[in-house]
């Protein structure tokens, strides 16, 4: 069992920079990899970037790829999200997911945490 908590969204402009935070408890961090997803109003929940247990891979959307940076510190037990050149259309709920098997469908993570709001204005 793990829990994970979210923090460091807010209300930034367009071009805005903001660095998400997920803490975990429970169990050992490093045997798990994480994934940060989001869902804005009226919209699938979508992969924005993945992370192994040890950090030595990442994964990326499209959508996301040279603007975010997942990244992690075993040592602390906490994910990052950087998001920098943020667009409205980046708004949405941001979580973070853990689970054993590093990949980019939700339906396969065994872990959420409860998402922390991220709105980009124009």
């Known amino acids: 069992q793990v829990q994970l908590v979210e923090s460091g969204g807010g209300l930034v402009q367009a071009g805005d920079s903001l660095r998400l935070s997920c803490a975990a408890s429970g169990r050992p961090f490093s045997m798990y990899a994480l994934g940060w997803f989001r869902q804005a109003p009226g919209k699938e929940r979508e992969f924005v970037g993945a992370i192994t247990g040890s950090g030595n891979t990442t994964n990326y959307a499209d959508s996301v790829k040279g603007r975010f940076t997942v990244s992690r510190d075993n040592a602390k037990n906490t994910v990052y999200l950087q998001m920098t050149g943020l667009k409205p259309e980046d708004t949405a709920i941001y979580y973070c997911?853990?689970?054993?098997?590093?990949?980019?469908?939700?339906?396969?993570?065994?872990?959420w945490g409860q998402g922390t709001q991220v709105t980009v204005s124009s």
């Open positions: 997911a853990g689970g054993w098997i590093f990949t980019t469908r939700h339906e396969q993570y065994d872990y």
